[in-house]
């Protein structure tokens, strides 16, 4: 039996049953990984709340806090609080992380989405 044939069954309210196929339930891939979401999000939202850009990139909001952690540590992303709000300014001269991309800054990339 072929993977896409397997299908799963739930029940919700133990009165109906659904049927998912796996190729449903599985998460497709995109070129962008969660940190250039986040990072992308911020650009143009410098404003954000953690739970808008959790929406957006459709992740948790302990995910994007985490991820806007790793940003800030690293120095793509200095956070500043306002008031009870946080403000996210991206610096956007740094360079890509991947040997590949090594020499090309990351505001090649926010041009293309903003």
Known sequence: MNIAEVYFRYQISGIFSVMASVSEISREWTFLSNHGHVLVHLSRYPDSRVRDIAD???????????????????????????????????????????PSEASKPISSLLKIFT
């Open 56 to 98: 957006t990139v459709g992740i948790t909001e302990r995910s994007a806090q985490a991820i806007l952690a790793d940003l800030e540590e690293s120095g793509y992303v200095t956070i500043t609080r306002i008031g009870r709000r946080n403000s996210y300014k991206v610096n956007t001269g740094l360079k890509f992380r991947h």
